[in-house]
């Protein structure tokens, strides 16, 4: 009886181990993947489909992503790392978490700032699609006039209105990382000073969230990811639609710098067992194919020279086009340091 059960238990152990990561002879890669978007099944079995090499996948947030990457160190299996903030993406280069590349395919068709600083190694990560960090208001109770910029969220005129995710949520530290390049670290400062005393609550729930009580007039205006608009005026829910009544939505900055732009973008693993194959992963991830998923699929913007969208929800959400911030990604990102401190001091949760 012990023998067996200690085979039993030895092979079960066997097993486990390797039940969940094939052998690099079956052509398959490992990803690691903080996209949240249930359309993405897609993306990966059209890849699958035209590459014949299988995906295995992990899917966390980007914090637990990093954690694990960390814990695992050389022998961790991850050949891709998708992550989906400009953030998360420069913390984990600098963590040493990936492995750099040269690409002509990558270096062609992706925008210079939507990428990592590039070295004589190589460049540590891309965007592959973006995302608008917009305003929600209240179309009953708040004028649009009074919400058209990010500044004007901190103005006393706002005060008791302001609903956001937490600000250290890296949705929010990318855009105050921005913030700060735009204006400067002490008005930065005083600008979150002024966010936190004009809010209508503690920051709680995600970005969804902020856009229904918004809607019901628990807030005035409200922070949020333009994919999250889109996915509710795509709803087949008839009250998912009625909230997008509700609510005007408005692309700040128009007259100065821009809408500030955020990307969710992916890298090779800096241990990865099939870095090749991660790699063509990646080159994939450029195609107009998969840059037409992120349009229609996820209602996000694609990234890639040359790629246009045909999204109804986000071309009337947007008027058709907006002027975008143009500072590199990787700078938001670096700022996050920095901003995180701020927020700290403001008491900004
Ligand atoms: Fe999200």
Redesign the pocket.
């Given at each position: 009886m012990k023998t067996l059960s200690s085979i039993g238990l030895t092979l079960a152990a066997a097993l486990s181990c390797a039940a969940p990561w094939a052998h690099a002879q079956d052509k398959v890669i490992n990803i690691y993947s903080a996209r949240?978007y249930p359309g993405d099944v897609q993306l990966y079995a059209a890849f699958t489909q035209s590459t014949g090499i299988q995906i295995k996948r992990v899917d966390a947030d980007d914090a637990g992503i990093l954690q694990r990457l960390r814990a695992e160190g050389a022998a961790s299996p991850a050949d891709v790392i998708l992550l989906?903030d400009a953030s998360r993406l420069w913390r984990a280069e600098v963590d040493g978490l990936f492995a750099p590349v040269k690409s002509k395919v990558l270096e062609d068709a992706i925008p210079v700032q939507l990428r990592g600083k590039t070295s004589a190694d190589g460049t540590p990560w891309f965007g592959f699609s973006s995302r608008a960090r917009v305003i929600v208001y209240n179309k009953a109770g708040v004028p649009k006039g009074q919400v058209d910029t990010y500044e004007k969220l901190a103005e006393p005129k706002n005060k008791g209105l302001l609903c956001t995710r937490s600000g250290s949520h890296p949705?929010n530290l990318s855009l105050f990382g921005a913030m700060n390049e735009h204006l400067g670290s002490a008005a930065t400062e005083a600008w979150l000073k002024g966010l936190v005393s004009n809010m209508a609550r503690n920051p709680v729930g995600?970005?969804t969230d902020q856009i229904k009580a918004t809607a019901s007039g628990e807030c005035g205006v409200a922070l949020t990811?333009t994919?999250?608009l889109a996915r509710l005026m795509r709803s087949d829910k008839a009250e998912d639609r009625a909230v997008m009544d509700k609510v005007g939505v408005v692309f700040p900055n128009q007259s100065s710098w821009g809408t500030h732009v955020n990307i969710a973008g992916g890298a090779v693993a800096k241990n990865a067992k099939n870095p090749a194959y991660a790699l063509q992963f990646l080159e994939f991830l450029a195609s107009t194919q998969a840059q037409e998923y992120f349009a229609n699929g996820n209602n996000e913007w694609p990234v890639a020279k040359g790629i246009k969208i045909s999204n109804p929800a986000l071309e009337s959400m947007s008027g058709g086009s907006f002027k975008a911030e143009t500072i590199p990604v990787s700078i938001v990102g670096m700022n996050q340091v920095k901003v995180q401190q701020m927020l700290d001091r403001v008491g900004y949760r």
């Open positions: 949240h989906v949705y995600g970005d990811n994919y999250y």
